[in-house]
């Protein structure tokens, strides 16, 4: 017949689950995501990336400035792999001119190449082939952008959204859209951040240093996939389950 178990097993059980518990809480702890849900206002520069406060940069029709117009930051590292999901322009749509509206953050209505509105790279990071309200990204180290400039990779004409795999270098500009091969529709499209990598900067296309003033927003989720927990790290998950459910049965004698 069982008994109830003595305050003193009960104590030694208490004891011997935090430990069994310290392996799992370690597991756990690499499941937290690098990324996560942004919003990218259509004023953000991706020209300014990695730039301190106080920083500019000038292009043909004006001037944007750190950190009011500074593209969204995400922690990331060399070798990660990443999607993009919910991609969502804000009501209304998005706009570099207040007058012409891209309603998807593939865009591509308003102007199907910002490339020829730049006078040039700016800030150590690339131009690109890519339209105008566009969502875009770029890999950057920690410091900031850094050696040559990359060449401008080019998104424009047929086929040009519908890579199944990027793997930009760094500081080299390139375009998400909606994150899939079609427009709203397709397969998920992958991004490998090269080695060195330590940030993601996230903003809406538009000519070097012409932000300020553009309209609307573009909302996404962010996934980076390298999270999932690799199976060695399963390990001290699986024995700190062991453990506790060996403890709770000793106790229960």
């Not at 920083?55 to 500074?70: E, H, K, L, R």
Request: glycine content about 14%; aromatic content about 8%; overall charge negative.
């Amino acid at each position: 017949m069982n008994t109830a178990p003595s305050p003193n097993s009960r104590s030694l059980f208490k004891t011997f689950r935090a430990a069994a518990l310290i392996p799992l809480a370690v597991a756990l702890s690499s499941f937290a995501a690098h990324a996560g849900s942004v919003t990218v206002l259509a004023t953000t520069d991706i020209w300014l990336a990695g730039q301190p406060g106080g920083s500019s940069v000038m292009g043909n029709f004006g001037t944007d400035y750190a950190p009011a117009n500074s593209p969204i930051v995400i922690s990331v590292n060399g070798g990660d792999l990443l999607t993009f999901s919910n991609v969502v322009d804000s009501s209304g749509g998005v706009s570099v001119d207040g007058s012409c509206f891209d309603a998807t953050p593939d865009a591509g209505v308003c102007y199907s190449d910002e490339y020829s509105f730049s006078p040039g790279p700016a800030n150590g990071i690339s131009l690109a082939y890519l339209p105008a309200d566009a969502l875009i990204g770029v890999f950057v180290a920690a410091g900031g952008p850094s050696g040559p400039t990359p060449a401008a990779l080019d998104f424009t004409g047929v086929g040009g959204y519908s890579f199944l795999t990027l793997s930009p270098a760094l500081d080299q500009l390139f375009f998400i859209g909606d994150g899939l091969t079609g427009t709203g529709t397709g397969s998920v499209q992958q991004f490998i951040a090269p080695a060195g990598t330590a940030t993601l900067y996230l903003a809406v296309a538009d000519s070097v240093g012409s932000s300020v003033g553009n309209v609307g927003y573009i909302t996404a989720n962010v996934n980076d996939l390298s999270s999932v927990p690799e199976p060695g790290t399963l390990l001290p998950l699986g024995a700190g389950l062991l453990a506790l459910l060996t403890l709770r049965r000793k106790a229960g004698r």
